[in-house]
């Protein structure tokens, strides 16, 4: 059974810091791309980041570029999601994803199709 499960997610104030944490299991971790993802109320879900496990690569959107870092733990088999700088506007429900890695060049232009499995989800909120 392929699995990820967000962990980290809270409340936060802006300016503050929070990782999110993304454990995957049930493949081969160098087979996907690891990316992040969120969803604001209302709103469509958008790519935040992406990393490839194979060769360490990392991708961002423009709203959270300079702010947030993606990173690995292969040992533990997770991949993070480091948010610097948060804003209100960062507030959404911020999902991890199995990203195919098959032209992972193209993430930051169409970075929702090339996903296969989604996580649950975790709630991060940024007040004032």
């Known amino acids: 059974e392929v699995q990820l499960v967000e962990s980290g997610g809270g409340a936060v104030r802006t300016g503050g810091s929070l990782r999110l944490s993304c454990v995957v299991s049930?493949?081969?971790?160098?087979?996907?791309?690891i990316g992040w993802y969120r969803q604001a109320p209302g709103k469509e879900r958008e790519g935040v980041s992406c990393?490839?496990?194979?060769?360490?690569?990392?991708y961002y959107s423009g709203s959270v570029k300079g702010r947030f870092t993606t990173s690995r733990d292969y040992a533990k088999n997770t991949v993070y999601l480091q948010m610097n700088k948060v804003r209100p506007e960062d507030t959404a429900v911020y999902y991890c994803a199995a990203v195919r890695p098959t032209m992972l060049g193209l993430w930051v232009i169409s970075p929702l199709v090339m996903v296969d499995y989604w996580g649950q989800g975790t709630q991060v909120t940024v007040s004032s």
């Open positions: 049930g493949f081969t971790f160098d087979d996907y791309a």
């Open positions: 990393l490839s496990t194979s060769d360490g690569s990392t």
